[in-house]
């Protein structure tokens, strides 16, 4: 392990708390730079999101050879996937071989949740609390969190009264026999179109309590052949340029030059049912204008809708599970991926209940949930709930700035950050993928932050400075520019169906722009300026000067 080379009076040049992808990928960049590192996470084990969030179907939305950390080419000839989306299993494998091959663990604490941080500005270092009272402190402390990891419970009636297992997707309990169960889940987003196939085959029943539908896309889930892994293997280096240059991050072939605005309808159609082989290429890999022009976008969400609709037997249901053109347009809200949650409605042990019209939820009692038509009865109820996206792991505990201000307070209105990886008030603090940072593809993200936060600190560093101060200036700047590009894109109709896009899920916090939508690749190209410009957007400070 490095020693400490900061000099200053602390523990370690660098903490970073949270032991998934955003974790380890630190642990490589900083350690490159000469920094000791230590990783707190209150887990029992390497993984983030894909430690929790191990529920049945689990799995990524990204396909699997783009969904990797690149900083080693060996690394990338060495593993092997098994198919198209790896489940959580062989995502969490993926990272155990990461920190094996790259002697990692030494540098990873479990079972150690971080309660409380705080900047002390006389020493110029942070000060890190555990759950066990021990104090830790650093030069730098960097949030590895993730951006969905911290859930949002819902408040509903009697939540406490229920006698059975009751618990968020997130928090799924390992030794958990559902088989002839019967199961009730809350949510219809991403988390519940991935679970509900899989625990259909043994449980007694699914029911799922619905309150806004969502447009499913296919994921058409497919093996990795050794043709398909060989040709991946020989062309790796194109891939990650193509996954650093879309505005999403991922390894797809746009833009496409062609919008639906200047394609004649017949045509729309061929190249629609053409691209409809899986994944969110279908959105990126058709036309350019699906989510900033009306009329494309509603042409997309109809021809989703009817094919969602082929895949439901009963009428009614088709028509609840399918969203209504008129209520919002497709990416308002993130529509999941689907490996067999639309057929699985055909079964007979599979409800979908539409607690928004028909039937909404009273309250959660005892045996099961009590919806205004009647009383339904579980063995199981899941919380399939979503999660405080973007800010939520980070305004869990209090994490102090120099003016004592938490992260929690200084965001109650509005999430401000400069490039979602830090913020003005909170010197020494890195995020990665913060607020206002894209949604992509997120190793992709992830990466492009460490390699900003490891350039920081190599000039910090290398030039002796004690403390970066993030400028309030180029965080409004920041804020503002997010803004502008947010309020021209379709995603900015978020708000009106609760999308956690814009937190707008969260009963505690009113809805805000979360996320850059002006391209994840001109998103790392900012980054990349603003470490060859020498961080304009921080102010460098040496004590004594
Ligand atoms: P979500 O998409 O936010 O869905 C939460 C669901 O819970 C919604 O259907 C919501 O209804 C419902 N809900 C929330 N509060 C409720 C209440 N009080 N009563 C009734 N229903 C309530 O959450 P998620 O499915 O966990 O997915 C979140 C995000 O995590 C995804 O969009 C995705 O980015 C990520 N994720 C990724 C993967 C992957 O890549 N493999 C897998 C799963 C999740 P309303 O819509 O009406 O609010």
Known sequence: MATRKTGSDVDFDAIGIGAGFAGLALIHYLRQEGLSVRILDRAKDIGGTWNWNCYPGAATDSESYYYCLTFSKDLLQKWSWTKRYPGWEETQAYLKFVADECDMWPHIQFDTEVVEAEYLADRGCWRVTTDDGETLTCKYLVSAMGMISEPMIPKIKGIERFEGPIFHSSRWPRDLDYAGKKVAVIGAGSTTVQMVPVL?????????????????????????????????????????????SHSFGMAF???????????????????????????????????????TNPEANRLASEFITRKMKE?????????????????????A?????????????????????????KEPLVEITEAGLRTTRKDHEFDIIVLATGF????????????????????NEKWRKSSDSIMGTCVAGFPNLFIITGPQAPFANLPTSIEQNVIWIARCVQKMEREGYDVFEPRIAAEREWTKHTADIHNQTLMARGDEVNSWMMGANRDDKAPRVLIYFGGANAYYDRLDQSADAGFPELEFVKFGC
């Open 200 to 244: 259909a085959e043994t449980a007694a029943s699914v029911t799922v309590f619905q309150r806004t539908p969502n447009y499913i896309l296919p994921a058409m889930q497919r093996p990795m052949t050794s043709e398909w892994e060989k040709e991946i293997k020989e062309n790796y280096d194109a891939i990650v340029q193509k996954c650093r």
């Open 253 to 291: 072939d746009s833009p496409t030059g062609r919008t639906v605005a200047d394609t004649a309808p017949d045509e729309v159609q061929r190249v629609f049912e053409e691209n409809w082989t899986g994944s969110f290429r279908w959105v990126f890999e058709t036309f350019d204008d699906l989510l």
């Open 311 to 331: 895949q439901v037997d009963d009428p009614e249901t088709a028509d609840l599970v399918a969203p209504d053109l008129d209520e919002y347009p497709l990416f």
């Open 333 to 357: 809200k993130r529509p999941p991926l689907d490996q067999g949650y639309l057929k699985s409605l055909n079964r007979d042990n599979v409800t979908l209940v539409d607690i928004k019209d």
């Open 388 to 407: 405080k996206a973007y800010t939520g792991a980070l305004e869990a505990f209090p994490i102090r700035g120099s003016e004592g201000e938490t992260l």
